[in-house]
Each structure stands twice: as C-alpha cells, then as structure tokens.
C-alpha cells in the first residue's frame, strides 16, 4: 500500500518510530515536518490529505501533539475520513465503521509500542459496508435530515 505519512514538531519523535518500524513492505511519501523546530500541523495535515483524497496514497498517518489539529485540518478535505485513534479498538471500528482514510495519533499521548499496534490494526482492518455505507453518506449529505 502507499501511505503518506506527515507531523508537526510535537508528533516528529513518533513518526520517526513509525518509519522506523512500523510501515515496511510500504510505499510511504512522508510529507514532513523533517526537523524539530516549531511548524504548523495544518500544513502536513492539507497534504497528506490531498494525496488521499486523489488517490495517490490509499492511507494517510498525520501525527501532532493529540492528533486533534490534524484531524480537524484534514477533515476540511473533500473525500478525507481522518479519526484520532488512542486505542487498538478504536482504530478497528475507525476502519470497520467508519471507513477512515487517515489515522491521527497523538505524538504527546501514545508511547510508540502502542502507536505501532494501533497502525497495524488501521491498516489491516476492513471496511464493513453496509448500513456504515448509508451513514457515512448521511455525512456526506449533511446528516439526512
Ligand atoms: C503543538 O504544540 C500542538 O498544539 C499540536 O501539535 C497539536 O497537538 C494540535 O492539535
């Protein structure tokens, strides 16, 4: 799979355990930051969300403090289902339920053992259709109502 990867400074430790070990036998595009001064997520959380929503990566991985700003930032991109995942069983039913395209962890809240689990299970998780199918295009279309 193709994965684009990016963080702010908060989240670089973290993504550098990532690359590290937890995304071989990956393509991975990694859109920065690359050094540990201060930056701003939304720019990392824009691109890796364009890359998704074009197709030319199938995951994204954004990593800041909490994984919040990212997700907030990412979710402004048409076709982008970013969910903060601080669990393994979150990130199952992020995949099974909600069909989220990029996983957002908190570089500040998850030790890298943990952030490893919980990436393995995003990326090996599938989507389950369905009735989640209906729901996630209730979002689309502005909650049915
Ligand atoms: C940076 O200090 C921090 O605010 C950022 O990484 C993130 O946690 C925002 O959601």
Do not use: W
């Not at 039913?93 to 299970?121: H, S, T």
Request: proline letters at 3%; aromatic letters at 4%.
């Amino acid at each position: 799979m193709k994965i684009a990867i990016g963080s702010d400074h908060a989240g670089l430790p973290l993504k550098r355990a990532l690359l590290a070990e937890g995304l071989s036998g990956h393509e991975v595009v990694d859109v920065g930051t690359h050094s540990e001064g201060s930056t701003d997520y939304p720019i990392y959380a824009f691109k890796v969300a364009r890359l998704v929503a074009s197709g030319e990566a199938d995951f994204g991985v954004l990593i800041c403090g909490t994984g919040i700003g990212m997700a907030l930032a990412a979710s402004r991109v048409p076709g982008v289902r970013p969910a903060v995942c601080t669990s393994e069983y979150m990130a199952r039913m992020a995949r099974a339920d909600n069909d989220a395209n990029v996983l957002c962890l908190g570089g500040r809240v998850l030790g890298p053992g943990q952030a490893l689990e919980i990436l393995k299970v995003f990326l090996n998780t599938k989507f389950e259709g369905g009735r989640h199918a209906r729901r996630l295009r209730m979002i689309e279309e502005g909650g049915g109502v």
